[in-house]
Structures are given as C-alpha cells and as structure tokens.
T-cell receptor
C-alpha cells in the first residue's frame, strides 16, 4: 500500500462546476496535510494546508480532513480552465522530522 | 513571500561528469530538501538538511551527495552522472517545527544526462 494515494485521473469537470480531489494516507500519526498545484513543466505551488479534522476554506478552495478515515480532500468551486493542473497531496511523516510524503497527483481538466 | 531559487532551469551533462545543482532560499528556513520528480513516480526525496552542515538521507540517496555550508544554500552533487539520473530536480525549504510545515519549491532544474 502506498503511503499517500491519489487517483491519477484525468478528472474532467465542466467550467463552473465543483471539482473534488481525494487523497488517502496510511500513517495514522500524520498531523499535517497539504495540497499543491503543479502546472505542466512547473514546480509545485502550495494551495493550502490543514491540520485539524473538518473543513478549511480559502477562496474557491476547501480542504477537508477526516483523520478517522485517513483521507483528505480538496474541493474547487466554480472551476476555471486555469485550474487545469496536477494536484499533489502531501502528508507529514510521523517520526520523520519535517519530511513530507507526496502522492503522485491527480490531473484535473476543466473543460469549456 | 518565500523565494527559492535554483542555479539552472535546464542542464545537459555527459555520463560520468560531476554535476552541481545549487539552491538558495531567502526566508531563513532551517529545513531544505532535494527531490527528483519522474513521470508516474511522483516526488521522491533524495536528501534533507535541518541545519547547517546537517544532512539526512532521503528515500533515494544513492548516487547523490549534498552540502550545506550556509543556512540559505543547499547543494546537490551527482558524483558521476548517469543516464538514469535524467530527471526534474526540485529544491524546497520549510521552517523546522515539531510537525511538518509547508514546503516552498524552487522552479526546478531539468537535467539531461547523455
């Protein structure tokens, strides 16, 4: 079992719809969860982080964390073509200092 | 704003050459990281440094070494480049805390070894 799992996609959504990206992790001790966006040929860019169970909203983005079920998700409201990118989920490694484990990413395509 | 810079965006080297990749951050972060990113394999940690002159092996350290002589600078060294080290190399930095904190990435160096 991979430590951080994401569906590779592509996930296609129409413009204006809600995109839902999911991530599961295996280490029950993980405390910090991050979502990054990566455009083709570019480096990952932090979108948001979440530490506590529940929802955290930032503009059109909402991160959701459920530690009991070991999943974290990212919702993108009013999806735009500029949101088309690969989204990486990252989780801190319990007992691993400040290292993060990254998922392989979900490719999102927002269609006109 | 955190700024992480890398010495080159594109680099072409020959098999057997010694290769230096440099990374500089301007936010006084204690932690610095080197990753490589390959299609289908995601981001893999090569080395990690949590302080000047301190380093820790990541998941795939073989064939690489690092140097951190100053807090803001972290260098990745390929002692003898091989074709299987052709990849995108990403440097990142973060604050050091008791839990993982967000990492900020440089623009990346696409290295081709021929």
């Amino acid at each position: 079992q991979k430590e951080v799992e994401q569906n590779s996609g592509p996930l296609s959504v129409p413009e204006g719809a809600i995109a839902s990206l999911n991530c599961t992790y295996s280490d029950r001790g993980s405390q910090s969860f991050f979502w990054y966006r990566q455009y083709s040929g570019k480096s990952p860019e932090l979108i948001m982080f979440i530490y506590s169970n529940g929802d955290k909203e930032d503009g059109r983005f909402t991160a959701q964390l459920n530690k009991a079920s070991q999943y974290v998700s990212l919702l993108i409201r009013d999806s735009q073509p500029s949101d088309s990118a690969t989204y990486l989920c990252a989780v801190n490694r319990w007992g691993g200092g400040n290292k993060l484990t990254f998922g392989t990413g979900t490719q999102l395509k927002v269609e006109l | 704003d955190v700024k992480v810079t890398q010495s080159s965006r594109y680099l072409v080297k020959r098999t057997g050459e010694k290769v230096f990749l440099e990374c500089v951050q301007d936010m006084d972060h204690e932690n610095m990281f080197w990753y490589r990113q390959d299609p289908g394999l995601g981001l893999r940690l090569i080395y990690f440094s949590y302080d000047v002159k301190m380093k820790e092996k990541g998941d795939i350290p073989e064939g690489y070494s690092v140097s951190r002589e100053k807090k803001e600078r972290f260098s990745l060294i390929l002692e003898s480049a091989s074709t299987n080290q052709t990849s995108m190399y990403l440097c990142a930095s973060s604050l050091r805390t008791d839990r993982g904190r967000e990492q900020y990435f440089g623009p990346g160096t696409r290295l081709t070894v021929t």
